[in-house]
């Protein structure tokens, strides 16, 4: 490039999110904290400061201890009932569109800041389905995330998948032809592009020939992070214990604090009188001691990112060790990768069902498909990178850049459409 792109391209992710601008001579990801290009999509409204800070700084005031809200996940909230409704902050109502708003316009902030200019038009990047098998809801969640953008500043918005944004900053390293299949694997959800990649063909405008097939399923970090905390940490808290009188006790207080956009909802006054009411009717109550202390010190988030950090561990070495102290003095957790294997097959075989029929229905032999090019977090875990793999034998692996592949792409696309 001579100059610098007008445009931008945004990847506003569930865990993450990076701005990318292409311009002469320098990195495409702008830097948003602390030097890094990921800014985690995390805000947190400090009570005792009456302040709002954001990405890690707002995990680090949570974790120090600071009175007030910490709101993760927060691109969930697209395509769910809950983006038309409103929480509690600091004694007042907030939007949850408007909660959004306040993140997106806080990337557009430091974007601007970092690259000196202002920036008036932006590719967003989206995944394949916000919303699996309901076209009306999938629709309305773009139209929001667009009217957001809008009301933050940016006057032109046009929108991406997600793994086409992968698969253009990967063809940008080619110096051949591939067929490649793009696994981008996020906190929220699981997308497949199946594209043909070339230096020449990377030179065309429309490239809608060459994209033979996409298809996704919501289903990404964070269930994963719901299905470990489930099956290896809430039965600590009393899941799946029962009652005196034989029943079950009720899970929906652990489906809450298992969900990363769900667990303020444990702290709500209904919440704790059903509490109060299952711990008079428990057949055990040591489990619910734990529980009580949670929820009363408001500890959900830090338990979440307990388990958040036993998954990347376990992505990576054969067992995990969870420090548990602040629920009972001494207590901790070992859990071994067969767990967290046994806690997600039911994951890993959906998103595996997602891959074959994406390949059936691109009407292609198993081995035409060059390369699996793996990009978003979740997509280092172990498990669910072997069974795309057992789809496409004869491809090889290829790992991007796990949180930088999308927002990089999307600043190529953001060039080509704006200038």
């Known amino acids: 490039m001579q100059q610098p792109a007008r445009a931008c391209g945004i990847d506003f992710g569930t865990s993450n999110s990076t701005v990318g601008w292409l311009r002469p001579g320098a990195p495409t990801l702008l830097p948003l904290e602390d030097g890094k290009a990921t800014l985690p999509s995390a805000v947190f409204f400090n009570a005792d400061e009456d302040s709002t800070c954001f990405g890690r700084a707002a995990l680090a005031e949570y974790l120090e201890g600071y009175e007030g809200r910490l709101m993760r996940a927060l691109k969930s909230l697209l395509g769910s009932s809950l983006i038309d409704g409103q929480t509690e ?68 918005v046009s929108f991406q998948f997600e793994p086409i944004g992968a698969a253009l900053h990967y063809e940008r390293s080619l110096a051949a032809e591939e067929l490649v299949l793009i696994a981008d694997i996020g906190g929220g959800t699981a997308d497949f592009s199946i594209v043909r990649l070339s230096p020449e063909r990377a030179r065309g405008i429309e490239r809608h020939e060459d994209l033979l097939g996409n298809a996704g399923i919501h289903i990404g970090g964070t269930d994963f992070d719901r299905a470990l905390s489930l099956e290896c940490v809430m039965p600590l808290l009393g899941y799946r214990g029962q009652m005196k009188n034989g029943a079950q006790v009720p899970a929906s207080i652990f489906f809450q604090l298992a969900t990363w956009h769900t667990i303020n909802f444990a702290y709500t006054r209904q919440a704790w009188a059903d509490l109060q009411h299952i711990y008079r009717d428990a057949a055990l109550r040591d489990p619910l001691d734990r529980l009580s202390r949670l929820v009363s010190q408001r500890e959900g988030h830090w338990l979440a990112l307990q388990v958040e950090q036993a998954k990347i561990d376990l992505s990576q070495q054969p067992a995990a060790s969870l420090a548990l102290d602040r629920l009972e003095p001494g207590l901790a957790l070992s859990i071994s990768g067969e767990d967290f294997t046994l806690a997600t097959r039911a994951l890993v075989e959906q998103v595996g069902g997602c891959v074959g029929e994406l390949l059936d229905q691109a009407v292609l032999r198993r081995e035409q498909v060059d390369t699996i090019y793996f990009t978003g977090g979740a997509s280092g875990v172990a498990q669910l990178r072997e069974r795309i793999a057992a789809e496409l034998p004869a491809a090889r692996c290829v790992e991007g850049d796990l949180y930088g592949s999308i927002g990089t792409g999307l600043a190529v696309e953001a060039a080509r459409r704006y200038g």
């Open 89 to 156: 902050v600091h004694g007042r109502a907030l939007r949850f569109q408007d909660l959004l708003a306040s993140f997106i316009g806080e990337l557009k902030a430091r974007a601007e800041a970092r690259s000196g200019r202002v920036f008036e038009q932006a590719v967003f990047g989206r995944p394949v389905h916000f919303v699996d098998g309901d076209a009306a809801a999938d629709r309305k969640a773009q139209e929001t995330l667009e009217a957001i953008a809008r009301q933050v500043g940016f006057r032109d």
